[in-house]
Every structure is written in structure tokens, then in C-alpha cells.
């Protein structure tokens, strides 16, 4: 890599790795206890899968997770134990019902999975072979539950942004301009959410980063996928 810009564009890409790492191995671990819970439940109590209650919201003593045992964390016994002391401990639960509760309350805020907008962004070209859009990516990104009405998102202030930024984008280049198809406009994103940034997926941000670089090619270059 070369100058500065390049040296911007790795830390970057080492951004978005170390994002999707961290969620693997926090979601590995969350998805080791739930299975915990239903082997505890089949094992013990010989009770059927299909009636056990929300696992996601049960929590279990240390020993009872311990007899729910896991053949791949299993090699360490030390290991599983600490972890079966870690899940049945307060603090733990209470950080546990606490999380559950902050997402339920705000269903459906984005859709874009663990890798990001420039993940999104990679998978819809694989599916139909054709780049996206920085508009196009964000409306997946957000979709909301009525394809007939693509423009309403799964979150009532990303679909107010959206079509504020439609309208600025069509006062700034006429009704006859491909708002969707364009490259974004960074002024009319701006002033779609009040000259603000709106959280880690907003507009202005989104389209600041997908003008200054194709951080999806670089990715491709550091992991060899070419």
C-alpha cells in the first residue's frame, strides 16, 4: 500500500473485521448457552424441544448449566465450568435481560448483519451481479415488511431521512434525475438529517465513506478473495 490514503482505507478495513469478529464470538457464546439450556431441559428433565419455553429469556443455576454440557467447549473443563459460573451469576443476568429488553423496544433500526453496509453492499452484487447503489444499499439495509412500498423502512426516522433526501436530490437536479441509481449527494444527505450524524448507520456517514473509497475492493485484496 501506498501513502497516507492507503493507510487510512487498512485501518478501515481493520475496523470492520475486528466489528465482525467481536460478533462471531459474542454471538458463539450467546448461542453456547441457549444450547445449554435446551440440552439441560432434554437430558434432565427429558423434556421435548418443541416445549421449552423462550430459551433466550430462561436462566439456569451453575450446575444445572453445567449438566447441559457442550461437546466443543467440553475439551476444557475448567473453561466450561468458569463460563457456566459466569452465565448463572447476577450481574451477568441482569446485563443479559437488560440487552434484551433495549432491543426489543427498538425492533428493526437496521438490517445490514454483522459485516456491515459494505457486507450488504458484497452480497447484493453476488446475487445479481450488478453493483448497488449507495441508496440501494441503504433501502436493504432498512428494509421494511411491505415490498409493495419499498421506500417505507423498518424504522420510521430512517424512512422520514430517505425521503427527505429524496426530495433535496430532486430539487437539486430535476424530477427526471435517478436518485436510487446515483452516486449519493453528500449536500442533500446532509441536509436530510438536519445538518446532523444520526448514529453509526447514517446517511451522511454511509455516503462520505462510499465516496472516499471502495473499502469492499480492499477487503478483497487483504483476505486474497479476488
Not at 445490514?112 to 441503504?138: C, H, L, N, W
Request: glycine content about 8%; aromatic content about 8%; overall charge positive.
Amino acid at each position: 500500500m501506498d501513502g497516507e490514503g492507503d493507510y487510512e482505507k487498512e485501518k478501515m478495513a481493520k475496523r470492520v473485521f475486528n466489528k465482525a469478529a467481536t460478533k462471531v464470538v459474542r454471538d458463539s457464546f450467546s448461542n453456547a448457552r441457549i444450547q445449554a439450556i435446551v440440552n439441560f431441559h432434554k437430558r434432565v428433565k427429558n423434556l421435548n424441544v418443541k416445549k421449552i419455553p423462550d430459551v433466550k429469556k430462561m436462566h439456569l443455576e451453575a450446575e444445572e448449566y453445567v449438566q447441559g454440557e457442550i461437546d466443543r467447549i467440553m475439551k476444557d473443563p475448567k473453561a466450561w465450568r468458569w463460563i457456566c459460573n459466569h452465565w448463572a451469576g447476577s450481574d451477568f443476568q441482569g446485563a443479559s435481560d437488560r440487552n434484551r429488553g433495549n432491543r426489543t423496544s427498538k425492533p428493526g433500526m437496521q438490517r445490514f448483519g454483522a459485516d456491515g453496509f459494505i457486507g450488504k453492499e458484497q452480497r447484493m452484487e453476488a446475487k445479481t451481479g450488478v453493483k448497488p447503489s449507495f441508496v440501494e444499499v441503504y433501502i436493504e439495509g432498512h428494509k421494511g415488511s411491505d415490498p409493495d412500498n419499498p421506500e417505507v423502512l423498518c424504522d420510521e426516522q430512517a424512512t422520514e431521512k430517505l425521503a427527505k433526501y429524496k426530495e433535496n436530490v430532486i430539487q437539486r437536479h430535476g424530477p427526471e434525475f435517478n436518485w436510487r441509481a446515483a452516486a449519493p449527494d453528500v449536500e442533500a444527505i446532509y441536509e436530510a438529517g438536519g445538518g446532523l450524524r444520526h448514529g453509526r448507520h447514517c446517511l451522511r456517514s454511509l455516503a462520505e465513506m462510499f465516496q472516499s473509497f471502495d473499502l469492499h475492493n480492499l477487503i478483497n485484496r487483504k483476505t486474497g478473495n479476488n
